[in-house]
């Protein structure tokens, strides 16, 4: 969670909502993504996403069965919806998001297979949010 916390910071840093998500193989980060939704003009370009498509690009496959996300924030329903279709075999994340999250639509959104578990680094991760945020709004 940690490296996924350093994606958020470099988020933070670009001016993005600051999430950040790493995907791990055989105790090996094999995909990183932060939010890039204004830096590439692309509602999509969310952490998750684009450390699902690093990953999945770097094994050649489209399944991700044997790999886990770590994400410092909850995916949104997008998220969870690509999560899904890749078959990822854990999700890990700090903070919830009572207002965008994939449990404010439905708690099953992920794969059946699919273990999640929620608070590594929640302090963390929601300070970095909460001070965007208050930085926006200065």
Request: with cysteine; aromatic share 10%; net charge neutral.
């Amino acid at each position: 969670m940690n490296e996924a916390l350093k994606q958020a910071k470099m988020a933070f840093e670009e001016g993005e909502i600051p999430v950040g998500a790493v995907v791990v193989s055989k105790n090996r980060i094999i995909g990183r993504g932060y939010n890039q939704t204004e830096k590439l003009q692309d509602v999509t370009a969310h952490a998750e996403m684009l450390a699902i498509t690093s990953a999945a690009n770097y094994l050649g496959s489209k399944y991700l069965a044997e790999c886990r996300m770590y994400v410092t924030l909850e995916p949104c329903a997008m998220c969870a919806g690509a999560l899904f279709w890749a078959q990822m075999g854990e999700v890990y994340f700090a903070a919830a998001d009572s207002k965008r999250g994939f449990h404010q639509y439905n708690s099953h959104m992920l794969h059946p297979k699919t273990k999640v578990f929620s608070g590594i680094l929640k302090e963390e991760s929601e300070t970095l949010v909460l001070d965007f945020f208050r930085k926006l709004r200065e």
